[in-house]
């Protein structure tokens, strides 16, 4: 079974559109979904941890801060009545226990449309791999089945 030239190059064509194409496409939209995923993750930690402050009625907090690359040190929080939030971008915002739950409820509406963006886009770059897929077989049956009749 040797394929014509022709058909030859134009699977190898469509291999490696898929492969050095829609794969990588595929890669780096699911990447980007997973650091949305992750920084949702957060922020609902964050949420969780500004609501247990609240309804533990807790003025004053004792806790272990991250100072990057794992190394943690003690530190005290004298006044938990309010929050400084990461927006992005660089900028920071003081908001009280309750704007930033608020703040944190509509980033995650945001974030989740984002997600479902990406999840949307994924299927649509598998959809459109298999549909290259099923084209290099129909190139290989065609040839098959001309190698038949003659």
Do not use: W
Request: glycine share 2%; net charge negative.
């Amino acid at each position: 079974m040797q394929l014509s030239l022709e058909r030859e190059a134009q699977v190898r064509r469509y291999e490696d559109f898929v492969n050095h194409q829609l794969r990588v496409d595929l890669q780096n939209t699911l990447a980007r979904r997973d650091k949305v995923f992750h920084t949702i993750a957060e922020y609902l930690k964050l949420r969780n941890q500004i609501e247990l402050i609240k309804s533990q009625h807790v003025n004053e907090l004792k806790t272990m801060m991250d100072i990057g690359c794992e190394f943690f040190m003690q530190a005290k929080i004298p006044d938990t009545s309010k929050v400084v939030i990461n927006l992005g971008a660089g900028y920071h915002v003081e908001m009280t226990l309750d704007e930033a739950i608020q703040f944190i409820n509509e980033k995650g509406k945001r974030l989740t449309e984002a997600a479902e963006r990406h999840t949307d886009l994924a299927s649509n770059i598998k959809a459109n791999i298999k549909v290259v897929l099923t084209a290099i077989e129909e190139i290989l049956l065609l040839e098959q089945t001309e190698q038949k009749v003659y």
